[in-house]
């Protein structure tokens, strides 16, 4: 067997290349590629038979001038090239498959029009459409060996019409009364739809057969289609669950065919008409079904869906390309908004609840495949991805207010310990984009219209969601000191969840080093302490908590804004000495021009006497201060500027 990235051979036994350590993986061609392969090879064989007989002379001499025997040599380390037959690729398989769909949507308008007319009666009908699907089925298997792609949409469009006959005999001409007889009969044709599957290998047969069976209902019943494509309307049936019924036999069917076959396309239909199904019967049934009702039966759907897109990947114990992941999120996204759709109003609060169970439910999954990988991390990862994904969703849409920043920032903070944990450079962008979000809405929505009529010096909830997201950062930016100090500046490069090339995350990566995450955190970190005092101070001078004028309120919080920043930024000053941190000196200095420029450009002129002479004097103390530490550690401080 060779290995699919350094193509090194190895033992067909293996699971891990021993040359590179990627996962080996048995690929199941389907019969079209064997067949496309099979071509090459013939076409192949025959080019090296031309250029055998023209170096053994078989050939006329005149035929083959000598400068095309003597090219023959120089081009024998040349990698031939061949264009794709376009005529070829869709005039042998895409008019079949084509034609075959346009066959299933013609028998079905002709049974609802014949309907509508009274043509023939009812059992002759149904009798029309199970002959036209089982001959179909013949032909399919007749030219399977000869023409396999050809035979594909055959069997596949009989499978379809099949599906078709069974549920409009059963639903709209009760010919089948017995609902047991009707759901026997779908079992029936599901099971030979998955035999025929696994016998031709071929997903373009599943997927004409499943395009059939979900093609069905919507003719019949699905508003839209019928007012495009008939006059005639149908009534519901007698058993407003037979949809369902019906929808859970063709999900189980699929399932069956997921546990052994990666086929993503014929997933992505499964989840899409699978969820159009669903919508179909609940408007013919809104009026007579509960919301809890409409929910558990949508619940089933997910769930099943679910077990569809992860069925193989479990079982073979492998993890998923990168296009699979589109596939695995799609039907809980899916899932989710018609859930909220179905719940808005007065049952609006359980949707948080119900993301917050799809999260569990990925992270249970994902458990189960890390033990079955023997402790090794395939599919688990991913599941577990997606799983975080819902559980972070989950806190806006269940909760309002700040905290959801609180909740945010601890997630954020949790994120970083995992991803040191693991070496995850997933992790941190999780983390990081959190931070973000924190960030934002700090400064754009939690506070815009913050009330001080109950002020309270620092009791208050702004000052408690700013202590919160400053204590996760500084707890953040302390975890990537750490790991700055054993390991300096390395980027992390593991993947736990995408299973993307390295050359599409480089930057992205570099972009997460450990250097600039902890500037990232520490800067956070140090604004916010700066903003949330500074708003402190503000809000005591604007609230009534001093009795004081206008004016007065006016210099006394200009001249404690002034003093709080050079406070601050001389501590930065002394810890950046003390430290020998060039950055952190650097902030000082910058944050100590902010009250400087503040002084000369708005304090002159804005302050009575009093408050300007004291923001003069507190500055002019604090600046000389200031210079006198950089004269007496002059030394030292050059030393680690160069050194930086």
Not at 200 to 227: C, F, H, K
Request: aromatic share 16%.
């Amino acid at each position: 067997m060779k290995c699919i990235k350094c193509n090194k051979i190895v033992s067909n036994s293996d699971k891990f290349c021993s040359y590179c350590g990627v996962q080996m993986k048995e690929e199941d061609l389907t019969i079209e590629e064997l067949n496309v392969q099979y071509r090459n090879i013939q076409d192949d064989l025959k080019e090296i038979k031309e250029k055998i007989s023209i170096i053994s002379g078989s050939k006329s001499k005149n035929k083959y001038p000598n400068s095309v025997i003597s090219s023959l040599g120089k081009d024998k380390n040349r990698k031939n090239f061949r264009l794709p037959n376009i005529e070829e690729y869709l005039g042998g398989n895409w008019l079949v498959r084509v034609g075959v769909f346009a066959l299933i949507l013609g028998v079905g308008f002709f049974l609802q029009h014949a309907f509508s007319n009274n043509w023939i009666n009812q059992q002759s009908q149904i009798a029309t459409g199970i002959l036209i699907s089982f001959v179909l089925i013949f032909f399919g298997d007749f030219f399977s060996k000869r023409y396999p792609i050809y035979s594909f949409a055959l069997s596949g469009g009989g499978i379809a019409i099949l599906y078709l006959t069974i549920f409009i005999g059963s639903t709209i001409y009760e010919i089948i009364n017995l609902s047991w007889v009707s759901m026997l009969m779908l079992v029936l044709t599901s099971g030979i739809s998955i035999r025929l599957a696994f016998l031709r290998n071929s997903q373009t047969l599943a997927i004409l057969g499943l395009i059939g069976a979900l093609l069905a209902p919507l003719l019949i019943y699905d508003s839209e289609v019928v007012r495009e494509v008939s006059t005639k309307t149908f009534s519901e049936p007698e058993d407003k669950n037979l949809l369902v019924y019906y929808l859970l036999i063709l999900n189980l069917s699929v399932l069956v065919i997921s546990l052994f076959k990666d086929w993503r396309f014929f997933k992505v239909l499964s989840i899409l008409g699978s969820y159009q199904l669903l919508g179909t019967w609940n408007d013919l049934y809104k009026d007579d079904t509960s919301t809890i009702n409409a929910l558990i039966f949508l619940s089933i759907n997910f769930l099943m869906q679910f077990l569809i897109t992860i069925a193989y990947f479990v079982r073979k114990n492998i993890i998923p390309n990168i296009w699979e992941y589109s596939t695995i999120s799609l039907n809980p996204l899916i899932f989710i908004i018609i859930s909220n759709d179905l719940l808005s109003g007065d049952n609006s609060s359980l949707l948080g609840s119900i993301i917050i169970s799809v999260g569990l439910l990925y992270f249970i999954f994902a458990y189960i495949s890390y033990i079955r990988s023997n402790y090794e991390i395939t599919l688990s990862s991913m599941l577990a991805g997606v799983g975080i994904i819902c559980i972070i969703a989950a806190i806006p849409v269940q909760l309002s207010g700040t905290i959801v920043t609180i909740l945010f920032s601890i997630q954020a903070l949790v994120f970083i310990w995992l991803s040191i944990r693991f070496k995850s450079w997933e992790m941190q962008a999780f983390s990081s984009g959190i931070f973000l979000v924190v960030i934002f809405r700090l400064l754009f929505i939690d506070f815009e219209n913050f009330d001080l009529a109950s002020y309270q010096i620092v009791f208050n909830e702004r000052f408690l969601v700013f202590f919160v997201a400053i204590l996760c950062l500084s707890a953040s930016s302390y975890f990537y000191f750490l790991e700055m100090k054993k390991k300096g500046k390395k980027l992390y490069t593991r993947n736990l969840f995408f299973k993307i090339t390295n050359k599409n995350l480089d930057s992205i990566r570099e972009n997460l080093s450990i250097r600039n995450l902890f500037i990232f955190t520490i800067v956070a970190a140090n604004f916010f302490i700066v903003w949330s005092i500074s708003f402190e101070i503000t809000s005591v001078f604007d609230s009534n908590i001093f009795d004081f004028d206008n004016d007065t309120k006016s210099y006394a919080k200009a001249l404690g804004l002034t003093i709080f920043w050079g406070i601050y930024a001389g501590i930065l000053l002394i810890i950046g000495i003390s430290k020998r941190s060039y950055q952190i000196r650097s902030a000082a200095i910058f944050l100590l021009a902010i009250p400087v420029a503040k002084l000369f450009v708005y304090d002159t002129f804005n302050l009575e006497q009093i408050y300007r002479i004291i923001s003069y004097v507190f500055l002019g103390i604090l600046l000389i201060i200031g210079g006198f530490m950089y004269q007496k550690y002059e030394d030292r401080i050059k030393e680690f500027i160069l050194k930086d």
